[in-house]
């Protein structure tokens, strides 16, 4: 079974910066692409990112220019750089894997524990 936990989280200042890492249990992200969710209460769970086994990645417009996902497959291992922090980026962040379902990537089930980010004003 796929273990996917997520770290690097905690109290920010507003123009901070983070970096999110996921740890996979298995040489997962070599065949599957992945992707970085966050969850603000009272929000639903949003995309904030993923990327591809090749490389190709795609970014939430709310986090353009700010966070870049990247990965190091041979660490089985996805991280989340977030530059420019703001209170409206405070949430609990998840990594998972994804498939691209043909309009929209989406997650196929596996899920670490989360790990919060809070960036005050």
């Known amino acids: 079974q796929v273990q996917l936990v997520e770290s690097g989280g905690g109290l920010v200042q507003a123009g901070g910066s983070l970096i999110l890492s996921c740890a996979a249990s298995?040489?997962?992200?070599?065949?599957?692409?992945m992707g970085w969710y966050r969850q603000a209460p009272g929000k639903q769970r949003e995309l904030v990112a993923a990327?591809?086994?090749?490389?190709?990645?795609q970014h939430g417009n709310s986090v353009k220019g700010r966070f870049t996902i990247s990965s190091e497959n041979a660490k089985n291992t996805a991280y989340l750089q977030m530059n420019s922090l703001g209170p409206e980026d405070t949430a609990v962040y998840y990594c998972s894997v994804v498939n691209w379902s043909g309009s929209a990537w989406a997650p196929v089930g596996y899920w670490g524990q989360g790990t919060q980010v809070t960036v005050s004003s």
């Open positions: 990327i591809t086994t090749g490389g190709t990645i």
């Open positions: 298995t040489m997962i992200f070599s065949d599957n692409a």
